[in-house]
Nanobody
Framework: EVQLVESGGGLVQAGGSLRLSCAAS????????IGWFRQAPGKEREGVSC????????YYADSVKGRFTISSDNAKNTVYLQMNSLKPEDTAVYYC?????????????WGQGTQVTVSS
């Protein structure tokens, strides 16, 4: 059974940093892509970043480029999202998801989410 568990969310002031973790189990981690998504109240879910565990290719939404960094520790089956220079508009529930095709295209398994709140 594929399981994804996010952690690391919390309350931070604008300009601060947080590191989210996505611990994965139940599948061959090296074959998958792992993406981070977020959803703010009243807004649609949006893709934030993605990493292919096979070749390390990374992708970022324009809104987070230069501030967020995605990385993978394959030995720990964990993907991280380092979030720096946080803004109030980054406030959302952050989810990680797994794409078994490894292309950051279609995500079939999702975690339960972790809340990130950035105060102004």
């Amino acid at each position: 059974e594929v399981q994804l568990v996010e952690s690391g969310g919390g309350l931070v002031q604008a300009g601060g940093s947080l590191r989210l973790s996505c611990a994965a189990s139940g599948f061959t981690f090296d074959d998958y892509a792992i993406g981070w998504f977020r959803q703010a109240p009243g807004k649609e879910r949006e893709g934030v970043s993605c990493i292919s565990s096979s070749d390390g290719s990374t992708y970022y939404a324009d809104s987070v480029k230069g501030r967020f960094t995605i990385s993978s520790d394959n030995a720990k089956n964990t993907v991280y999202l380092q979030m720096n220079s946080l803004k109030p508009e980054d406030t959302a529930v952050y989810y990680c998801a797994a794409d078994r095709a490894g292309t950051c295209g279609e995500f079939g398994s999702w975690g339960q989410g972790t809340q990130v709140t950035v105060s102004s």
